[in-house]
């Protein structure tokens, strides 16, 4: 059971790239969410997915886009990447009747936008 | 909206002293409540969490919370802290349609040898 993975662990890209964050789970889950992590702000919710092709805006939704294709699979992509987006990206997965609601972390990606 | 607020942002203790860590959060039914630690470079190990029943929780690493709704509060606490237990630690509720979690700015938790 590898938990939740995320690809890559670290990325740099230049203002206007875009690129795609890879989470995969390997527990069944039926929630996935991704959040980003910046310096004294905590970690907040970019989008989030329910079930298998749905997904949802979170606190901070602009100038990402997320795919769920399939059930194990959460993709986070930037079309067009600015400086701002430079930060830590954590993926997480929910099991729906899960007792107490808790949520399973990926490793982070590490993402710096020159 | 629901929030949580952390007003630590820096703790300093010393090995073996107590800690405590303060965490209050805004929501208007009872919350799912959790305690997430993070060390350096790392992801997030959820320490605790809350979500009915006895009000003082017992997590992982000798850590425990107690959660108080008068005072809408969920403190986080250990009799001794240990070297090792220096790290970000993060207050989080979760509430509303997908169980989002909203997390605190973070308590960095220096241990003093």
């Known amino acids: 059971n590898a938990g939740v993975t995320q690809t890559p662990k670290f990325r740099v890209l230049k203002t206007g790239q875009s690129m795609t964050l890879l989470c995969a789970q390997d527990m069944n889950h039926e929630y996935m969410y991704w959040y980003r992590q910046d310096p004294g702000m905590g970690l907040r919710l970019i989008h989030y997915s329910v079930g298998e092709g749905t997904t949802a805006k979170g606190e901070v939704p602009d100038g990402y886009n997320v795919s769920r294709l399939k059930k194990q699979n959460f993709l986070l992509g930037l079309e067009s990447a600015a400086p701002s987006q430079t930060s830590v990206y954590f993926c997480?997965?929910?099991?729906?009747?899960?007792?107490?609601?808790?949520?399973?972390f990926g490793p982070g990606t590490r993402l710096t936008v020159l | 909206a629901q929030s949580v607020t952390q007003p630590d942002i820096h703790i300093t203790v010393s090995e073996g002293a107590s800690l405590e860590l303060r965490c209050n959060y805004s929501?208007?039914?009872?919350?799912?409540l959790f305690w997430y630690v993070q060390s350096p470079g790392q992801g997030l190990q959820l320490l605790l969490k809350y979500f009915s029943g006895d009000t003082l929780v017992q997590g992982i690493k000798g850590f425990e919370a107690e959660f108080k709704r008068s005072q809408s509060s969920f403190n986080l606490r250990k009799p001794s802290v240990h070297w090792s237990d220096a790290a970000e630690y993060f207050c989080a509720v979760s509430t509303g349609g997908g169980n989002k979690l909203t997390f605190g700015t973070g308590t960095q938790l220096k241990v003093e040898l």
């Open positions: 929501y208007g039914a009872t919350p799912y």
């Open positions: 997480a997965s929910k099991l729906l009747l899960a007792q107490g609601n808790e949520q399973f």
